[in-house]
């Protein structure tokens, strides 16, 4: 019996990028370097403002977690606005959607704490709380990025027209 081969094994990772050629391989590498960082620093500027958030206005136990919904519904409407406007309307530098999209805005909107949050409440027996949290922090974060999204399309239009 033959080996088994995957299909994608002879598809191309980047189309422009030949692997086989060291100096393209180096590139590549070097390239990532300032993606990374600008990652990193929206990260942290991004947690932080989390952070602040949650010590601003915390949660009692039991109760639904009204901080980090807001966090993650305020999140959602600023990726649509941000999206737009860089796929849209500016020409942006090839930092700026990693820095802030990737970076700060998921820094800031934490869906790692909402899954907690959940948890907490049902092991706390606040099930229906929770359910309430999960459901609503879905269909909000959802409703806030198309939302956001069509209102300055709609707004970018207006000022064009």
Request: with cysteine; proline share 6%.
């Amino acid at each position: 019996m033959g080996e088994a081969r995957s299909p994608v094994v002879n598809e191309p990772t980047d189309p422009d990028v030949d692997l086989h050629v060291p100096a393209q391989r180096r590139e590549l590498r070097q390239g990532q370097w300032p993606v990374i960082a600008a990652v990193s620093a929206g990260g942290a500027i991004g947690a932080a403002a989390r952070y602040g958030a949650g010590l601003i206005w915390p949660t009692a136990p039991g109760a639904f977690p009204l901080t980090t919904f807001l966090v993650n519904v305020i999140g959602c409407a600023v990726m649509g606005v941000f999206m737009v406007v860089i796929t849209e309307v500016w020409a942006a530098h090839r930092l700026v959607r990693p820095f802030f999209g990737t970076g700060v805005l998921g820094g800031f909107t934490t869906f790692s704490t909402y899954a907690v949050d959940f948890q907490k409440l049902v092991e706390d027996r606040h099930a229906g709380t929770g359910l309430a949290y999960l459901a609503g922090t879905m269909l909000a974060a959802l409703a806030a990025v198309w939302t956001a999204a069509t209102l300055t399309r709609r707004a970018v239009a207006w000022r064009q027209a």
